[in-house]
């Protein structure tokens, strides 16, 4: 694995010992080649339970690379809508607990007193 792949795992907070990864044989057209040779990367991130499967080259070394990276990819977006979501809660708090502004109070006061005007006109039916 290379550098660059390492330290954006650190920068995820990711370790490799995190990761579940095998070599199996892959499927579709090939032939004999495909059939005999474990050349398919699977990984597996633990925690998350997020799965890559790669089987673009008939390179074993380059299908793994192409699979961490795309591991990363999917943590990062992973980490990338958590952090979107918090923030989006964040500001829907701010908002609900934010005062109100002066027109604001002035309308609402209004909307009140007018509704208990048509209130106040509802009585008991008599029985004259």
């Known amino acids: 694995m290379n550098e660059k792949i390492e330290s954006l795992l650190k920068v995820l907070g ?9 070599f199996i044989r892959g499927s579709g057209p090939g032939g004999q080649k495909i059939n005999k040779t474990s050349s398919s990367v699977w990984l597996r991130h633990r925690p998350t339970g997020i799965e890559v499967r ?18 990363c990819a999917k943590l990062e977006a992973r980490q990338r809508a958590a952090a979107t979501a918090r923030k989006g809660e964040q500001e829907k708090n701010r908002r609900r607990h934010r005062q109100k502004s002066r027109g604001q109070k002035v309308r609402m006061i209004e ?15 008599g029985m004259d």
């Not at 490799?16 to 095998?22: A, C, G, K, L």
């Not at 790669?54 to 591991?71: G, K, P, V, Y």
Request: charged fraction near 40%; aromatic fraction near 2%.
């Open 111 to 125: 909307s009140k007193k007018h509704r208990a005007g048509v209130k106040s006109q509802r009585g008991r039916v």
């Open 14 to 22: 990711t370790q490799i010992s995190d990761v579940d990864e095998r």
């Open 54 to 71: 790669c089987q673009r080259e008939r390179s074993q070394a380059a299908n793994r690379e192409i699979a961490w990276a795309e591991l």
